[in-house]
């Protein structure tokens, strides 16, 4: 048997398959979940965008990298050129065996009680001193909110008690009732503080 003609019987089907997948796999595929993902959830496949009036003032679903002292601060960012920088969204990959995490975490700490008040060696909240896998985490955790609401109502010339009660307010539960523990999205607290004063 001629092994030339052999060779382009079995290259035709291989080729008409690899177009056909790239076809369901790369077009239609793509194509219908976000057709379908529009109709049903429009708001998250718009990217879960806040507005603030007509701007668009971030995601739900990103951190941003909140400073100034009348604010509520995010968790680390692991993001490496620029905190909260989407584009190089990752984790550290630091192990909980190495040094250069330890020292971050002690350092956060210390920076941590000293931004908000706290005494010496007393607890922090472990998602303010540490990145999320992403390094773009929204949310932070009840119990560092409440840590940062002293300064923030200081700043604010709020008490105490108004700035926990806002806090309270945009609480979120688990998810589905059991997954994950309960927290806050820090831009959503962040707006709230801003329309309260």
């Known amino acids: 048997m001629n092994s030339a003609l052999v060779r382009p019987v079995l290259v035709r089907p291989v080729l008409v398959s690899a177009v056909l997948f790239m076809a369901v ?8 979940s976000t057709g379908i ?10 990217g ?16 941003q990298d909140f400073h100034a002292p009348r604010y509520f601060h995010p968790r680390p960012s692991a993001t490496s050129d620029q905190p909260y920088n989407a584009a190089s969204s990752g984790a550290s990959n630091l192990g909980p065996t190495s040094a250069k995490l330890r020292d ?14 706290l005494a010496d060696g007393m607890p922090v909240p472990v998602d303010a001193v540490t990145a999320s896998g992403s390094g773009l ?19 604010r010339h709020l008490s105490v008690d ?3 009660a806002l806090i309270d307010r945009q609480a979120q539960g688990r998810q589905l009732g059991l997954l ?18």
Not at 48 to 63: C, D, F, R, T
């Open 180 to 197: 994950g523990e309960p927290r806050v999205n820090v831009l959503a607290l962040n707006l709230s503080l801003d329309r309260a004063r």
């Open 137 to 155: 985490d929204p949310d932070i955790s009840l119990a560092n909110a409440h840590a940062q609401a002293e300064r923030v109502a200081k700043e």
């Open 162 to 164: 108004e700035i926990n």
């Open 48 to 63: 879960s965008l806040v507005h603030q009036g007509e701007a668009v003032v971030g995601s739900a679903m990103l951190g």
């Open 104 to 117: 971050a975490v002690g350092e956060r700490a210390v920076a941590f009680r000293k931004e908000n008040g």
């Open 37 to 46: 993902a529009s109709v049903l959830f429009p708001h998250q496949a718009a």
């Open 25 to 32: 796999t790369g077009i239609a595929y793509p194509l219908a």
